[in-house]
């Protein structure tokens, strides 16, 4: 994965933005696997808690989680992720490793952008809600058998 990686931030440099099929639970509901995500160039100013990004993990896979806390450590500014139905959170992520914010996905044909209403309400019980994560990993293995 970590090949393709700078392709995807030259892409995004380039032409400012970048679609992207989904892998993965983490981010369910919001964005499902099988779903198109489109992802914009983002400066460190822009960044807000809550916001959805596209980074490389320090294992350097591509990822898109939720962004949880902004700190700083020896220095350096670092942001913490957590995808909506994981229970921890992602290692520390400096700024030169966020790819891209998350603007929109295609479910089912439908675009939906973080100012929709169902992006918005189950954006904050995933920030707002301690239980989240082990009510929807509950919800996805009585649904697929796996979470």
Known sequence: MHD??????GWIDQRGRIELPSFGISMYPLI?????STFVKV???ELRIGDVCLF?????????HRLRAIVTKDGETQYIFKGDTSYANDDPV??????????RVNRNGVW?????WKFR????LAMHMPKWPGLM????????GHA
């Open 43 to 45: 400066s460190s100013e």
């Open 137 to 144: 990993n509950r919800y996805i293995r009585s649904r697929w």
């Open 32 to 36: 499902q696997q099988g779903n198109v």
């Open 94 to 103: 400096p700024y030169k490793r966020i790819i891209g914010r998350f603007v």
């Open 112 to 116: 939906l952008t973080p100012d929709h």
């Open 121 to 124: 309400i189950f954006s904050w």
């Open 4 to 9: 393709i990686a700078p392709l995807v931030a």
């Open 56 to 64: 490389i993990t320090q294992q350097e896979l591509m990822v898109a």
